[in-house]
């Protein structure tokens, strides 16, 4: 759980971010992301492995308070039944859900899975741009705000996963629309950032 609670390890991803996007070797630079990466599962391995139990969870996995309201539309969504008003509005990650859960058998250990390595996947795309149009140290401070701002929410079936995966995509094609002079990458942010509003107010943060 030191990924998921402790401040100490500020450091740690900073220095990994920063080494990502200052060292040319290829290989030094793909352990470095491979690194981030795996620090992006481990408060979700944490999670699991401890069982703990918090406002959102129970149990390490099973959802619970908001999150099991959540839980409970997207299972009246996928039969064929009526969404309540918790769940009509913010019918977007219900659907996301849904769509996921049938595919997988309604497996939602695969759900909060796949929302953390969309998370993962969706910073480490942003800190290359911003390695590579701003710096190393401005990429490595960008790493840092989004890890602390959404670890204690990886591994919960609330919304703020896939808005943040959204949200961070947006951000990544308006650095490139701004930096690129690309007209369409900067529509495809604007996109990207409204529909991540719409699936959860709090992505407005990015």
């Given amino acids: ?11 740690l991803l900073g220095l990994l971010a920063f080494f990502a996007v200052k060292v040319k070797n290829q290989i030094l630079q793909s352990i470095f992301y491979a690194l981030l990466f795996t620090a992006f599962l481990l408060p979700l391995s944490g999670l ?4 703990i139990s918090s406002q959102y969870i129970f149990a390490g996995s099973i959802p619970w308070s908001d999150a099991f309201l959540h839980h409970l539309n ?3 969504f996928l039969f064929g039944g009526m969404m309540d008003q918790m769940g009509a509005i913010r019918p977007l990650a219900m659907t ?3 769509l996921v859960l049938l595919l997988t058998e309604n497996n939602f250990l695969g759900l909060y899975a796949l929302t953390t390595v969309l998370v993962a996947l969706s910073v480490l795309l942003n800190l290359k741009q911003i390695g590579k149009y701003i710096g190393p140290a401005a990429a490595a401070v960008f790493v840092v705000i989004a890890y602390f701002y ?11 996963p896939l808005s943040f995966a959204i949200g961070m995509l947006g951000c990544y094609f308006l650095l490139n629309g701004i930096f690129e002079t690309r007209k369409i990458s900067i529509v495809l942010g604007f996109t990207a950032l409204s529909l991540a509003l719409n699936i959860r107010p709090g992505a407005m943060f990015v």
């Fill in 96 to 98: 996301f859900n849904a």
């Fill in 150 to 160: 959404i670890r204690a929410c990886i591994g919960s079936y609330m919304t703020e």
């Fill in 74 to 76: 997207t299972m009246r």
């Fill in 1 to 11: 759980m030191i990924f998921r609670q402790k401040i100490y390890i500020f450091p």
């Fill in 48 to 51: 699991w492995n401890s069982g």
